[in-house]
Nanobody, 114 residues
Framework: VQLQASGGGLVQAGGSLRLSCAASVSISSFYYMGWHRQVPGKPRELVAGLPIGGIANYAESVKGRFTVSRDNAKSTVSLQMNSLKPDDTAVYYC?????????WGQGTLVTVSS
C-alpha cells in the first residue's frame, strides 16, 4: 500500500490550500484515514481524522478552518485548509488504517508566511 500526498506549498496567512492523498489501493478497505503534521523538534500530531461511516474529528487548533473528506471512488482523502496561520506551518502526512496495519504517506510541506 502506498499513500501519495500532494498539494503543499507556500501561502500567505489567511490563504487556503487543499492537500490530497492518493492511495494505491481502494480506500474502502481503510476503516480510518486522516492527516497529521509535524514540525522539527516536536512530535507528530493529529490534525484531522475520518473514520469510515463516522464523524470527523479535528485538533482544537484547526476546528472551523480545516475540513477532511474522503472519496472512495477516487481512492483519495483530502484536507481543505482555510484561514491558514503561520502556526500551521509543518510537514503534513496522510495516514490510513486497515486491520492492524497503519500506513503513512511521504509528507508534504506547508509553509504559511506572516
Amino acid at each position: 500500500v502506498q499513500l501519495q500526498a500532494s498539494g503543499g506549498g507556500l501561502v500567505q496567512a489567511g490563504g487556503s490550500l487543499r492537500l490530497s492523498c492518493a492511495a494505491s489501493v481502494s480506500i474502502s478497505s481503510f476503516y480510518y484515514m486522516g492527516w497529521h503534521r509535524q514540525v522539527p523538534g516536536k512530535p507528530r500530531e493529529l490534525v484531522a481524522g475520518l473514520p469510515i461511516g463516522g464523524i470527523a474529528n479535528y485538533a482544537e487548533s484547526v476546528k472551523g478552518r480545516f475540513t477532511v473528506s474522503r472519496d472512495n471512488a477516487k481512492s483519495t482523502v483530502s484536507l481543505q485548509m482555510n484561514s491558514l496561520k503561520p502556526d500551521d506551518t509543518a510537514v503534513y502526512y496522510c495516514n490510513a488504517k486497515s486491520g492492524l496495519q497503519n500506513y503513512w504517506g511521504q509528507g508534504t510541506l506547508v509553509t504559511v508566511s506572516s
